[in-house]
């Protein structure tokens, strides 16, 4: 059955539908540099209608992390669901694998479709980079919105066990799983309830569809964001800002949330998610999408 039959695939080809049948369109844009991006946008733009775009993280595409809170934005905004290079249907032939480099990317992506100012969604990587777009184009942001971003890290931090690894080569492989056995670690570390019970054979499924591409290039994305890392150089970004963290995050913990709200101060606000881990927005749907009705509505 599980050579004939991918769940994986099914429930891929279901949120298409879904997001076909919100009223976006599937669209691949050359940026003209050996780089393509792929991108949900609306199939009629409305400019009466503020725009918002949604950014995924690690893990299952874009399409699986936005899933559940498409619903409540498309009738108030113009939404715009990209997938980050190497992820989805968007890569590059450029060697460059910083956040600022996929922000200057997102933000051309963006404005090939005819947008000039934004709100941004941002969860785990995808933080980073929409936290670096708030940076490099601030005049592009009006709200900003960070989930589980742990983008205050420091090198230290590693080094003195703030996370469930204890490497850098580990984190590669817990965050880009290739066997069962790491899929399943992942699971534990960013859900506070994993499922139990999973057969390997699903997993393996999942593995082959989400996670086969890019697998070298997703972990030099991880290095750079690693690399070198301090505080005292990350820039404050001043645009009214959202912090969205799982109360038991083990891949960013809540210190990292608390670190930033200090960062950045006045202009941002944490709202901790209870029982839920680095996964919130899909572990906590509803009340993941009420905190972010209740800030960009």
Not at 5 to 25: E, Q
Not at 167 to 190: D, G, I
Not at 227 to 233: A, T
Request: glycine share 6%; net charge positive; hydrophobic share 40%.
């Amino acid at each position: 059955m599980s050579k004939c039959f991918s769940f994986t695939a099914s429930r891929d080809w279901f949120y298409r539908y879904w997001f076909t049948k919100s009223g976006l369109r599937s669209v691949s844009t050359s940026l003209g540099d050996g780089t393509i991006m792929h991108c949900w946008v609306p199939k009629i733009r409305k400019p009466s209608k503020p725009n918002l775009v949604l950014v995924h993280g690690f893990g299952a595409n874009a399409m699986w992390q936005y899933a559940e809170v498409l619903r409540h934005f498309t009738p108030r905004f113009n939404v715009y669901v990209p997938d980050l290079i190497f992820f989805g249907r968007s890569y590059t032939s450029r060697p460059d694998r910083t956040e600022s480099f996929q922000a200057r990317c997102l933000m051309r992506l963006i404005d090939l479709q005819g947008v000039k100012r934004m709100s941004m969604v941002g969860i785990s990587y995808g933080g980073f980079v929409a936290y670096s777009l708030a940076v490099q184009y601030p005049q592009a942001l009006d709200r900003l919105v960070l989930c589980c971003t742990g983008v205050c890290l420091e090198v230290k931090d590693l080094e003195a066990g703030l996370f469930p690894v204890k490497s850098l080569e580990e984190a590669k492989q817990v965050l880009t799983p290739q066997t069962p056995e790491k899929l399943r670690e992942l699971m534990r570390v960013s859900f506070v309830r994993p499922a139990t019970g999973v057969p390997s054979f699903f997993l393996s499924d999942f593995i082959k569809v989400m996670c086969s591409e890019y697998v070298e290039e997703k972990g030099e994305l991880i290095q750079e964001i690693l690399e070198d890392r301090e505080l005292s150089k990350l820039p404050k970004i001043r645009q009214p800002t959202l912090l969205v963290w799982g109360e038991q995050d083990r891949i960013f913990p809540l210190e990292l949330g608390h670190r930033l709200k200090r960062h950045i101060g006045d202009s941002a606000k944490l709202v901790v998610i209870k029982n839920a881990g680095h996964a919130v927005n899909l572990e906590k749907p509803k009340e993941f999408s009420k905190h972010l009705k209740l800030f960009l509505l």
